[in-house]
């Protein structure tokens, strides 16, 4: 189920390692970049390369996804000059990376809201942790709507939550069973979707569904609900000046892994990604831009 | 050859026949040299960890790969497997059978001919194009009659269906065409309606061919992919509906496969689910061949 998304098929061979972090190569060459990994954050480094082959008409970047944990593995095997994430890497991943004389270099390109779905028809509004890990933990109680005081009907008079998740290597999977069910926390069974477009898709058609994944998704069928801290505390929209401000919380950072600082062709373009010019294509793809004051939010 | 001897010089030929015949003896062998890579390859990396989380991997229905401490239960797993194909079987024996009998008995020649190139033609239909299928075309038709949840286990069970019936037909149909033309004539003879023919007479004689094409159906179904990845709703849990999500234990290699760290416990043990897998298929594809034998030696 690897997305494969190719910003061309210029011969990936025709340039060498030295073309991409010595800079001075032949100009006529493309340089041809691969970034591979978190599939939140393949449409964003897909339209950010776009725009970048505007300014830098020279720089190819070829994006793959797969997953943060693909990501992370390709730029241990050394196989990707940039890898994506949207997760921090763990220890032992570092470690194994400096086994194999690889020193990954982490950068922030930008920030992402994890919103929580739930069908256009259900006339839940917000939610909280506690719900959620009611809903998604295996030792939550939760299995029907009026558990947690919804009145749904799902056809039938059935009312069994539907609950919708993604696949095990996802970060977003990860970052989200992190902060709502705990590090030694597990879901209860979810359907595991690849994707977080396929997860809105099956909860935008499934009224009794309920799902995760980026703010920056979107499908008519499915609405984003207000997201609280605990029971009393008020809710906050999952929207950009939320997750800038700190509010939202549960926002988290997006990640590019490079081997060592970035250098050549690979600095040129996350220069590029993290600066003012590129604000609009990261809002466009439905993430927050970095601040540029040098403050970063407080994330969840 | 005589002739061909004549005209060549008696080394040449010898030569010729020397190289052509080694080749083929190759080529022959190569199956098997084929088969035992694979079994090296598949049994080098999962073997040692399906020797050590037997057990466990057999008695829990937690799937939890990643969990700090990972689970490796596969019941789940091998139930979401057999259920689909159990269910698909359910739809695909009946039609596949049906339409073998109308094939070989009631179908006039040039129906025949056209309706074989037609089941031909939806073997031909790639596996991912199942899966669309199953995504965009079943997933709503079964929520409007009254499914929850488009994506499950009836949904891949379809899709296998419609997938395996080329084969069912088409063998099913050469086991029934098999039997000799003097059965048929004979029961003719005695009275026997056509129905009373088909029934009585030529479904007890072609009995282990029709046998041999249903194991190969199965054989078929349990190794799917990519069309059960798409259609079941991925979701580990044990059925306790037709309309539940379910998993299979190839989805989650093929789902799980391009993350785990190589060498990794992750990594390990879905390759010993590939193992599983192979010894499944091959059990199934063994049977059917004794099967097979044993309809030629009757």
């Known amino acids: 189920m690897t997305r494969v998304l190719f910003l061309s098929l210029l011969a990936t061979t025709a340039c060498s390692r030295p073309d991409k972090n010595g800079g001075e190569a032949d100009a006529s060459r493309p340089v041809v970049l691969q970034a591979k990994g978190s ?3 393949v449409n964003l480094i897909q339209r950010l390369s776009e725009e970048y082959a505007k300014v830098s008409p020279r720089t190819v970047v070829a994006v793959t996804g797969g997953g943060s944990g693909t990501g992370i593995k390709a730029i241990i095997d050394g196989t990707t000059d940039m890898a994506a994430s949207s997760r921090a890497m763990k220890d032992e991943e570092k470690a194994q990376a400096e086994g194999k004389g690889i020193h990954p270099v ?11 779905y739930v069908h256009k ?10 719900t959620l890990k009611l809903i998604f933990g295996s030792e939550g109680t939760a299995a029907h709507w009026k558990d947690v005081g919804v009145t749904m009907d799902c056809g039938n008079g ?3 939550i539907v609950k919708v998740g993604r696949q095990n290597n996802s970060g977003t999977y990860e970052y989200f069973k992190e902060h709502v069910l705990g590090t030694e926390g597990k879901f209860t069974s979810t359907m595991d979707q690849s994707g977080t477009q396929q997860v809105l898709d099956v909860v935008g058609t499934t009224k009794c569904a309920i799902g995760y994944g980026g703010m920056g998704y979107s499908n008519p069928g499915a609405k984003h609900l207000c997201l609280a801290k605990g029971k009393t505390d008020a809710c906050v929209e999952p929207i950009e000046q939320n997750v800038l401000s700190g509010n939202y919380p549960f926002s988290r950072a997006l990640f590019i892994y490079t081997n060592g600082a970035p250098s050549g062709a690979v600095k040129e373009f996350l220069d590029w990604s993290l600066s003012a010019a590129a604000d609009k294509v990261v809002a ?6 970095t601040p540029k004051s040098g403050a970063a939010p407080a994330g969840g | 050859m005589a002739e061909i001897a004549r005209r060549r010089p008696p080394s040449y030929t010898r030569h010729v026949e020397f190289v052509i015949e080694g080749l083929i003896r190759l080529c022959g062998v190569s199956a098997i040299i084929f088969i035992l890579a694979i079994f090296v390859f598949i049994g080098k990396e999962g073997i040692g960890f399906l020797l050590r989380n037997v057990l466990p991997m057999l008695v829990s229905i937690d799937w939890s790969p990643t969990a700090e401490p990972p689970v490796y239960g596969i019941l789940a797993l091998v139930v979401g497997t057999l259920w689909c194909v159990g269910l698909s079987l359910c739809f695909s024996v009946p039609v596949g059978l049906a339409s073998a009998v ?4 009631f179908a006039s020649d040039r129906a025949r001919e056209s309706l074989k190139v037609v089941v031909e033609l939806l073997a031909a ?16 038709l079964l929520q409007k009659l009254g499914a929850q949840v488009g994506l499950n286990g009836l949904n891949g069970a379809i899709v296998l269906a419609l997938m395996t019936l080329p084969l069912l037909v088409s063998l099913g149909e050469d086991a029934l065409r098999a039997v000799p033309e003097s059965y048929r004539q004979a029961a003719i003879a005695m009275g026997a309606t056509r129905w009373e023919m088909v029934w009585r007479v030529l479904m007890p004689a072609a009995q282990r061919g029709l046998l041999v094409a249903v194991l190969l159906g199965v054989g078929r179904c349990i190794g799917e992919t990519m069309a059960v990845l798409m259609a079941t709703g991925h979701a580990v849990r044990i059925p306790t509906s037709i309309y539940d999500p379910v998993r299979t234990l190839t989805a989650t290699i093929a789902a799980e496969l391009g993350e785990a760290v190589r060498g990794g416990e992750h990594y390990q043990s879905l390759f010993a689910l590939g193992i599983l897998l192979f010894a499944v298929t091959f059990v ?10 044993g309809r030629r030696a009757s």
């Not at chain 2, 199934?284 to 034998?293: E, G, K, P, Q, S």
């Open chain 2, 284 to 293: 199934v594809n063994f049977i059917a061949d004794r099967t097979l034998r």
């Open chain 2, 125 to 140: 239909i790639p596996s991912v194009v199942w899966g669309f299928i199953g995504v965009m075309i079943l997933n709503p």
């Open chain 2, 102 to 105: 109308y094939l070989s008995e």
């Open chain 1, 121 to 130: 028809d259900n006339p839940m509004t917000q939610v909280d942790f506690d």
């Open chain 1, 106 to 116: 982490e950068t922030t390109i930008a920030f992402d809201g994890l919103s929580i």
């Open chain 1, 39 to 41: 599939d939140t954050m």
């Open chain 1, 284 to 289: 466009e793809a439905g993430f927050v831009p």
């Open chain 1, 158 to 160: 059935d009312d069994a």
